[in-house]
Every structure is written in C-alpha cells, then in structure tokens.
C-alpha cells in the first residue's frame, strides 16, 4: 500500500510522541526532530510504503534519543490488562458452537488490535472496543479461511501489538484443535508497541504456539528485505498466513501473496480503510489467494 | 525566538489540516504533503524562526493545493461571532473605573487571541475563554504601558487572527481616548485565519483606528525583509508599538525592538510559553524596552 496524504502526518504525529516518550532533553528533541523532518523530506513520496518510513522514523529517534524502546512500559502494561480479560474472552470463544469457535477467536484477536498508542484520533481502549464484540466483521472472509485449516496446515499467524498478542492466543488455540501446526512470529526488536518475544512469553504464546519466531527484523509490518532466512523461509514455505495490523497489511501487500493469506486488522486510519475500500473502526477479515498483491 | 521540538510537529499538523481544508483530490493532497515534508526537510532546524517556515508553508500549500485562503469561511464566522460579543465587552470596559480602561481593553484583546484553529491541544472557543475575563495577567506590564500614552504618541497596534480584530478597536477606542494617533496593522494577503483589510472593515476597525494599513506581506508575525515600505516606515518611526499573537512574539523576538514594544497574547503552546517564561493558557501584558531582543 502506498502513502497517502493524512501518513505523512500520522508519521510525524507518532514521532513527535516518541520524541517526547524517548528524552527530557530539549536539545536533544530538537535534533530528533531536524533529523526526522529531514528523513521524511526525502522518502515520503507518491509511492512511498506508510510503514517502511514508520520502521525508519523508529530506528532514527532511537538513535538519536538512545532510548531503544519509548513504549516498553505501556507494552508491560498492555500485557497485564489483556491478560485480565484473556479468561472471559476464553470462556466466550469456548461457548461459542464448535463451527463458530474459530471466528469468535479471530473476532477477539481483531477487537484486540485497537490496542496502539499515538494514532491521532484513534482510541487504544481495548475495554470500550470489546462492548463491540458481537458486531459483525466488516469484510469477513473466516469461512473461507475455515477451508484452508486441515491436519497438519502449516499456519503462520503474524503478530502486531503487545497486549493484542494475548488474545491471538485464542487464534493458535483454535487453529491447533483443527489440526494445524501453528507458527507464530513477533518482531525481533522494539518498533512503536509492537509485540517482541518477552511479549509472546508473558502472555504464554510461547506455551500455545508449536512455535514462537521472531522476524529479524526491528521493523513494524514485514519487509522481506530486512527480515531474516528464518523468517523468510518460514513466510514461503507456509500453507496459510494469517497477518495482523495495518503494519502488515501496508507492507505485504507490496508483494505476491505466497499462499492464501488473512489480513485481521482493526482500521484505525483512513488511508488504510480507503485501501482496504472500508470505513474506519471496522474489524476486517479479508482472504486474500496466492498470488494476490494491491 | 528559535523553534522547540514541538514546532515540527505543529507547523506539519497544521499544513495537514490546510490541506485537507484547501481540496479534496487526493493526488494533490499527497503532492502538497511531499512539498510541505520537502521543505520543512530542508528548513526546520535548531536555529529557525517557527513563524518563517509557518508562512513559507502557507505560501507553498496556496500555490500547490490553488486554494488562495482555506480560513476564509471561518474568518468570516470569527468575526460575526466576535460582533455579538462586542457590545458586552463595550460595556464591560465602560463600567470600569477610567484608570482601569486600557487594562480591561487590553485583557479582552489578549483573551480574543484565543481565536486561532487548528493548533493542536487548542480550544479556539471563545465564549469559554472569556468566562475567564477576571483572571489576571500572568505577566503585566500594562501600568508600564500607560505611562508611554500621552497625546500625539504615534501608537502602532499589530493585529493577529480576524475574530479578534472586533476586541482590538476597544484597544484602540482606549488609546486615542488618551490622546494616541493609532495606526493598526493588517495582513496583506491571507495566511492561516490572520486579519486582512476586509476583516478590518467588517469589524469597524477602519473607523475607530486613525488608519489601517497592511505589513505588505501574506506572512504571520513580521518579518521586516518582507514587509513593505510603507509598514516599515510606521515600524521604525512609532513611539509605541503593541503587537497581538505569537506569531508577532516568534519574528519580532528575533530584532532589536524599535521602540517600547507591548507583546500581547495567549500562551498557546508549549515553546512560546517557555520562551516567555510562563505556563500555556494564560494572558500575557510584557512591555520590553527599545533595543531590546530575545
């Protein structure tokens, strides 16, 4: 997906948090902030991807600021406050009849990805966004996703967001009692409140998952590039993947899809619902074939 | 003064709101956005004067976008809505004791300068502000101001936002009753919702001032490389001069004051508040002397 004319903005608005969450030092903010406007002056353009120059706003300020990771703290707490809630979204899942249980798990995991700090206008709530549980998925295409999961599929389910990762438990859960072999893979170091592998152990994905990676990469979304051969032959070798967060939508629909792909994401922005031809604060489960890219 | 790190984000924030005010073509609404990211790339560091690249953006997104005055509506409106007001705020400076006149025009002036869209954290809502018309100065210097009022002083009073400008001729009424020759300035072409002649005219004060001319510049503040002859020959040769807003503080900070020179405004933001040594949202009165600079 590329740009449009509100990222550039958000962009900024997020670094500007990060700057302010990152030091005290009103020189130092000072020279984070040159040297971003500096960065974006150069790589934002029509064709730019959103969260290609999002993951390199967050390695400059790191940089810059020597803060390596400004949302460490509300990730710590995000974990804490999904983890409250896990049991009552477990019993929900767990009631549901056994042809609904897999889209009651994808329906908590997607109410779960409204927990991101810093996009202007978009409330992080995940308490409120939940009394929306029995609204139905804007594009639902769970059924579909339903026919790809058979004994043995090999599923690799994308995270986004720390907290977020607690309830995509729900989704491995789920995919495993069908029979899949389920690998789960979080970034391989701190970009926005992305979930890393400490995230994955605190909410107990590590005990869920057959197997927990990482992408390589301290990137936001996925970009094959900079992620590892781990990951990468992981990503072509899967028989089904499911990508959570716009991050992943921006970045993978840059490319083929390599198998039949889900994207399970919350729109928090216009450029992504205009993307995605939705409104915004929409939940969206959209199956994607091999092959498909934007 | 020079930038904080928050201008960054600000000048941006704003360009993006212009943006979308100014069309609805999404291709040009990204063209505008790389311009505006190009040039603040370019523009913005450590040593620049916030107002100088606020009115460089406003410049670009006019030529870019073809909207000539995206505030247009909304001046409008400012100024209806300042009308109605006008007359209770007539009679509140009417009521006063006459030694307590100019303070209480001045502090009706200083809180009009609430009027300004789109700065972020902002309230423009001025019915709200003035429920506040009790509170003090956090810096007065308005006995200091009065002393340099005497008859024939050759006053220049800097106008800011429209709206506003209705407050502003109790300033002058107050001015003139003390024996001042008042000269307002305006804008000479739109730049965020700051007053232009027209707005001048709507709100009488091209009949209560002894003459309004404009800077000769489509910029916000003063910046005298810019402004025309004829503006500054007025500048230069005043006894007394009052300037309105932050933007007059941020471009006029960076010169040796011509003469006694009266900042009047509200703290709007965090870097002008620093810069001034005060917390945000409150009224300030600061006279500095002749020769004096930030």
Not at 22 to 44: C, F, I, P, Q, W
Not at 109 to 121: H, K, Q, R, S
Not at 278 to 288: E, Q, R, S
Request: charged share 25%; aromatic share 6%.
């Amino acid at each position: 997906m590329k740009v449009g004319s509100e990222c550039g903005y958000c962009i900024l608005h997020r670094g500007h948090k990060i700057i302010q969450r990152s030091t005290n030092d009103e020189k130092k903010r000072v020279k984070a902030m040159t040297a971003l406007l500096h960065m974006l002056g150069e790589h934002y353009k029509p064709d730019t991807v959103p969260s290609y120059i999002g993951a390199e706003r967050c390695r400059l300020l790191k940089e810059i600021t020597g803060c390596q990771d400004p949302y460490a703290d509300l990730k710590t707490k995000s974990n804490t406050q999904a983890l409250e809630i896990l049991p009552r979204m477990t019993q929900y899942v767990d009631k549901q009849p056994p042809a609904k249980r897999l889209y009651a798990a994808l329906k908590v995991a997607c109410i779960g990805n409204v927990i991101e700090f810093d996009v202007p206008g978009h409330n992080a709530d995940i308490q409120e966004a939940l009394k929306g549980l029995e609204e139905s998925f804007h594009i639902d295409d769970s059924d579909k996703l339903k026919k790809f999961i058979k004994k043995d599929t090999k599923a690799l389910l994308l995270t986004d967001n720390a907290g977020e990762i607690a309830f995509d438990t729900l989704i491995v859960r789920e995919l495993r009692r069908l029979g899949a072999h389920v690998t789960v893979a979080v970034k391989a170091g701190p970009s926005l409140n992305d979930a890393l592998m400490e995230d994955a152990e605190a909410v107990g994905m590590t005990k869920e998952a057959d197997q927990v990676i990482t992408t390589g990469a301290d990137a936001i979304g996925v970009n094959l590039a900079e992620t590892s051969e781990e990951f990468n032959t992981h990503f072509h070798g899967s028989d089904i993947i499911i990508a959570k967060g716009m991050a992943n939508w921006e970045t993978l629909t840059e490319i083929p899809a390599p198998c039949p792909l889900m994207y399970l994401f919350r729109t928090k922005c216009e450029p992504v619902a205009r993307a995605v031809a939705a409104p915004t604060n929409v939940n969206i489960a959209k199956l994607v074939p091999k092959g498909w890219k934007l």
